[in-house]
């Protein structure tokens, strides 16, 4: 029994490997994760790459919790916005190992990508028009819209 005791306790070498390797990669993430100031650089520069169109940027500081800058952005055609959503991923996912959360990528209308400290919508201009997030989080917007 107590040869049962001992070896229930004992951790094996794979085990500890795999600990300090989740250890690891947990750290070296957290030094590696860019500013959020960073990250919108890098995302505004992929959009651009990508022919993005109308790109507005807003800073969410001060303003809501669910991030510190937002960006909105157009396609011209539903592949174009998934295709502009699929690349700003995997290159966010290369560049800084963030692994970002998408919504609306299959129908392209309207993507939602979350990457924690920037959120980012990528619409096709009939949607856009509709929705007018700028309005929401933009003094003034409103009024530049309507030409008063």
Same mark, same amino acid.
């Given at each position: 029994? *107590? !040869? ?7 951790? @094996? ?6 600990? $300090? &390797?989740?250890? /690891? ?12 100031e960073v990250l919108m650089e890098r995302i505004l520069s992929s959009l651009d790459d990508d022919k993005a169109e109308d790109v507005v ?6 303003? *809501? !919790? ?7 952005? @157009? ?6 916005? $998934? &295709?502009?959503? /699929? ?56 009024? $530049? &819209?309507?030409?008063?």
């Amino acid at each position: 029994m *107590s !040869a049962r005791c001992k070896e229930d306790t004992v951790l @094996s070498p794979e085990t500890l490997a795999a600990a $300090a &390797a989740d250890t /690891e990669a947990a750290v070296m993430t957290a030094k590696t994760r860019p500013s959020s100031e960073v990250l919108m650089e890098r995302i505004l520069s992929s959009l651009d790459d990508d022919k993005a169109e109308d790109v507005v940027q807003i800073d969410l500081r001060g303003k *809501s !919790a669910i991030g510190d800058y937002m960006i909105i952005a @157009s396609g011209r055609s539903t592949r174009q916005v $998934a &295709a502009m959503a /699929e690349k700003l991923t995997d290159r966010l996912k290369q560049d800084y190992g963030i692994i970002s959360k998408v919504e609306g990528k299959d129908t392209g209308d309207w993507v939602l990508i979350d990457t924690g400290d920037v959120i980012v919508h990528i619409f096709r201009p009939e949607v856009r028009e509709f929705y007018q997030l700028e309005k929401m989080w933009v003094p003034g917007a409103a009024s $530049a &819209a309507t030409g008063t």
